[in-house]
């Protein structure tokens, strides 16, 4: 191990490298919620968590996004059909073999009623 | 096979001929011209860094941690046990060559009359078997995760130096390198998807590192406390992701082991370091 000799021992830096949130994926633990919501389900990390990879810059309240995939934007006017935009969501895959993004449908991350309302919820957006 | 061919070739890696039997060494280069067009600004020692490297108030914060380290009494113990003489009056030091200093880095290495891989914390097994002693679970961070932390840090600024030679090693490695790039779990993610084709992005906001240099700085600190091996790294990481993690010390682990720590070849050896 390498030592420097600096005197301080900087808790609060420690505090502060700390509080950045870890990435969990990880099924939830609190039991079945209540019926969520589109946004619920697009926002929570052991549903949709889209915001670990996209960002939402219309949706107040979609803090600190990855930046892995594009930003989820003007849905509706780049996918008039929505039917389309749902496919995407069901199985990225089926147009990108090497996508990053999970297949929500196709590996039942989500039910079909959640992808419906994360769809409508995305629509919107 | 073919899955790890598509996974270079997405990330760009593959340019023209290369077959898809390349050799370890042929893979390691691909890897760092990779690395190099997506970070021109790294330097190669950054990526013993990893994360750290794309952020400099990160950086700066882990330099103070390190300067005086919240898990120093750790090490003490750690070097405690390293010191202290088995029941035959032995000591760790005597099973290794230069009395343990910079060998971690030629592990793992496959061992042809055992027919499987060898890393640095099976040698240390193998030295208390020896000596008549229990050996200690691979799984327990108490007893041979702590252990690591003085043992490897007699390697400290040893360049990584992992060998694949003969069949058996070639294996081993391919075995490795397809768990790599294998999509796995609920979730679909291969350890590559966020540790190559994304590497410098964030998920959420988190950071995330690149393949190389994954292997050069363990065990790691986390949390400032808590050791941890660079295979209980990777149960983490499986679970986060809801991925049936392996245990540490099984053979799948220790194939990925075996690729992570060739793809550091070279790198400067760090042990023990503060991660979040």
Known sequence: ?125 | MKKILMAFVSAGVLVGAVSAHATPEQDREHAIQYFKNKFPNLKWGDYTKGALAFNKDAWDQYESIMSFPPFESQIEQSKKMWETPFKNGKTYASCFPNGGKNVAGNYPYFDDKLGKLVTFEMALNQCREKNGEQPYSYSDMKTMGLLTAYARSLSDGMLMNVEVVGPGATAAYEAGKEMFFSRRGQLNFSCGTCHYDNAGNRVRSELLSPLIGQATHWPAFRAGENVSTLQNRYKGCNQNVRAQPFKEGSDEYNNLEYFESYMSNGLPMEAAVFRK
């Open chain 1, 1 to 125: 191990m390498r030592r420097k000799q600096t005197s301080l021992m900087l808790a609060a830096s420690l505090a502060s490298l700390l509080s950045i949130g870890s990435v969990h994926f990880a099924a939830a633990a609190d039991g079945a919620k209540k019926d969520m919501t589109g946004e619920e389900l697009a926002f929570d990390k052991s549903k949709g968590n889209c915001l670990a990879c996209h960002a939402m810059p219309n949706v107040p309240g979609a803090e600190a996004p990855g930046n892995i995939a594009p930003p989820l934007v003007d849905m509706k006017a780049r996918f008039p059909d929505k039917a389309k935009l749902r496919e995407r969501i069901w199985d990225e895959m089926k147009f990108n073999p090497n996508t990053s993004m999970p297949p929500f449908g196709l590996h039942k991350i989500l039910t079909e009623q959640e992808i419906d309302k994360v769809t409508d919820f995305i629509y919107g957006i």
